[in-house]
């Protein structure tokens, strides 16, 4: 069990014309995954979900708030002392060609976290052995085949596969997958979604997803929940097949309405909602962090920031003065 | 760096009003072409046919190693060495078969007749230069008399796309957003009032709401232009936006080709049925999603006999081993598959 409560981060820039300015990555993020659960965060570039994924896996700091694994806080600890509870977050990365070492066949690749775990729990060699190819195994690859080459010699789809054996090896209890299909080729995509679902399920390892892409979010964890993040605040949470399809933040309605329609198979939604300009980060805010790009704000919100809440007759929590169900997504047509 | 966000693309590609201009017609005929490896010259692109009606927007999709961005390339007589143009032609309206031309009447046609929006345009620019610089630099190198007229125009251009021109000419790419930076692309790509133009990926590495934004720019610009343009992208709703007609590609070969909406809705060649098929959706059940078996060829390994998409196809059938499929029209559809001629003549 992870649970992250109130996380903030804010970067300050340094040197150039804009020093000591300040950006807030997060503000203020609360949310927990149970074993084999599942949640994914969506949003623009720019909003604070890669900053979020790196602080729970330890690679980035944070300035308040607590992330508490298996029960144990992390912020009294010191770093050394944090390593072997960040061990059991283990992260996947966007980009497989640049996360593994060129110059390393996929068993040397293996061969160094296993050789850490053997160590921390008193294993030999020939498990060692063993369990690069029971990892292997477990992603869907041929150890026979694949322990001898290098990342160059194995394709895109194959080279995530081997980037999340790795991750496997040091028997995490939860991966991040930053964006983790989206350099994969298409084809290839599903297989590698579908791996993440079905460690979920067989080997009850948690997932936390973060894209921009929805539907693939819902593909890993329709069962989870569904974070929206804009400039560092979570503005809608749920369910994932409520959000989807009940969204009531106009930002949520914004992502969703923005995705591309297969026509032929499929028609528009009726009420898009479309924002009325582009990611500022750098003006100051008073209100509701969206205010400006909105089409429903009103006076309210540019003076007074909405929270995190739940609401009458509103199916999952939102920050959003003005709650109102919108139908956004595409539909299939009937009869294809 | 605020400006209007315009709708997003929510109706369907509709076909294109009469053109101001007269759009030029592409008639692409058996163009294969091969790059020099250790293995001796392999095909990149193989046997291709494709013609791009006037004033139509025509998607290309395939994955990493089909073959897109070298058929587009090809579009320029671009291809450059280990790869050639080994046969085919590429006849453009206005300016003939492109395969044909060289030197200074081959730099003119680029630019002046056919305009590229390189594949992440968004770091194509020269960093150490204003986009102004630039501007007057490829008006300087196509010999535009009239630099003021030039930048008037991409004033234009650049406002038109929901842009302030002028800071934008003053900017260096640095300043500029994934955004704003692909239309400084686009406004490169037209301003020399070009009526054919190639995107190479415009939407890749932009997030959903941007990327929702170029496309609409896409269409509309394309429309109010009249211009006939080709997008190459590995997403399909990419060009489910803003194409009129679909070629998929797979392994060098065009596999399938038709009106966007009918390949969508009743995809024939196994390899479109089986991408569709691999989208994640974002309503009904999940587990109607399924992955495509085994992985795409890549140059090393593009069958050198028989059907490309044979290893991973589930209609394979022995004359598929030996025989490539022709490709074969059935009105605008056009389908290179044995099993579906099979299906039809039964």
């Not at chain 1, 791996?195 to 067989?202: A, H, N, Q, V, Y």
């Not at chain 2, 790869?83 to 044909?100: K, M, N, Q």
């Not at chain 2, 078996?293 to 593009?302: F, K, S, Y």
Request: glycine residues 10%; contains cysteine; hydrophobic residues 40%.
């Amino acid at each position: 069990m992870i649970t992250a409560t109130g996380i903030t981060r804010t970067f300050k820039q340094r040197g150039g014309v804009l020093a000591g300015r300040e950006v807030k990555a997060l503000r203020g993020v609360d949310f927990s995954i149970a074993k084999g659960g599942a949640a994914s965060f969506i949003g623009e570039s720019g909003c604070g979900k890669t900053t979020l994924g790196r602080i729970i896996a330890g690679l980035e700091s944070y300035d308040g708030g607590e992330i508490a694994i298996d029960g144990a806080p992390m912020t009294p600890l010191k770093p050394k002392q944090r390593q072997p509870h960040f061990r059991k977050i283990q992260m996947i990365h966007q980009d497989p060609y640049s996360a593994l070492n060129p110059t390393r066949t996929i068993h040397q690749t293996l061969q160094a976290p296993l050789a850490l775990r053997a160590r921390q729990t008193g294993r030999s060699k020939q498990w060692m052995e063993e369990r690069a190819a029971e990892v292997l195994s477990l992603v869907g690859l041929d150890p026979g085949s694949v322990l001898s080459r290098y990342p160059h010699q194995l394709s895109g789809g194959m080279r995530q596969r081997v980037v999340i054996a790795r991750a496997l090896t040091v028997d995490p209890e939860m991966l991040v997958a930053d964006e983790a299909v989206s350099m994969i080729d298409v084809s290839l995509r599903l297989g590698i979604l579908a791996l993440l679902k079905d460690l979920r399920e067989r080997l009850g390892v948690a997932v936390l997803f973060i894209t921009h892409d929805v539907a693939t979010a819902r593909y890993i964890g329709d069962d989870g929940e569904l974070f929206v993040i804009y400039r560092g605040q979570v503005v809608e949470r749920g369910p994932v097949d409520s959000v989807i399809a009940d969204p009531v933040h106009p930002y949520t309605q914004s992502l969703l309405s923005a995705i591309p329609v297969l026509h032929g198979l499929e028609e528009p939604g009726e009420q898009p909602v479309v924002p009325l300009e582009s990611l500022d980060e750098s003006r100051a805010d008073s209100g509701c962090l969206f205010a400006r790009r909105c089409p429903f704000r009103s006076e309210r919100c540019e003076s007074e920031l909405p929270l995190l809440q739940v609401t009458d007759g509103v199916p999952q929590e939102h920050a959003c003065f003005h709650p109102e169900r919108r139908s956004v997504i595409a539909r299939p047509l009937s009869g294809v | 760096m605020a400006q209007p966000e315009t709708a997003p693309p929510q109706t369907a590609p509709a076909p294109v009003p009469a053109p101001v201009t007269p759009a030029p017609g592409v008639r692409i005929d058996g163009l294969t072409v091969v790059y020099k490896t250790t293995a001796g010259e392999l095909p990149a692109v193989r046997d291709v046919s494709l013609t791009l009606e006037p004033g139509t927007i025509t998607g290309i999709v395939g994955e990493s190693g089909s073959g897109k961005s070298t058929l587009a390339l090809s579009l320029l007589n671009a291809v450059q060495p280990p790869g050639r143009i080994a046969t085919g032609s590429v006849e453009i309206d206005g300016l003939g078969d492109v395969v044909g031309l060289a030197g200074e009447r081959l730099r003119k046609a680029r630019g002046a007749h056919i305009g590229y929006v390189f594949q992440a345009a968004q770091n194509s620019l020269n960093p150490l230069k204003t986009v102004g610089k630039q501007l007057l630099d490829l008006g300087r190198s196509h010999g535009v008399d009239d630099l003021r007229g030039l930048v008037r125009e991409a004033k234009e251009l650049l406002g038109r796309m929901g842009l302030d021109g002028a800071r934008v000419l003053d900017s260096h790419q640095h300043e500029l957003s994934g955004g704003m930076r692909q239309r400084v692309g686009i406004m490169l790509a037209l301003v020399l009032n070009a009526h054919l133009v190639v995107l190479d990926e415009p939407t890749t590495a932009l997030d959903m709401i941007t990327q929702a934004n170029i496309l609409k720019i896409v269409r509309e610009v394309h429309a109010e232009r009249g211009l006939t343009t080709l997008v190459i992208t590995h997403d399909i709703g990419v060009v489910a936006e803003v194409a009129d007609r679909l070629a998929v590609m797979y392994g060098g070969r065009l596999v399938e080709q038709g009106p966007t909406r009918e390949v969508l809705g009743a995809p024939r060649h196994p390899y479109t049925r089986g991408l569709i098929q691999a989208i994640p959706r974002l309503v009904g059940d999940i587990d109607e999603a399924r992955a495509l078996p085994g992985r795409p060829p890549t140059l090393a390994t593009v069958p050198k006999q028989g059907c490309v998409f044979r290893e991973r196809c589930a209609l394979r059938m022995d004359i598929c081993e030996t025989d490539d499929p022709a490709a074969l029209a059935d009105g605008p559809r056009i389908v290179a598959c044995h099993a579906v001629g099979v299906k039809e003549r039964a």
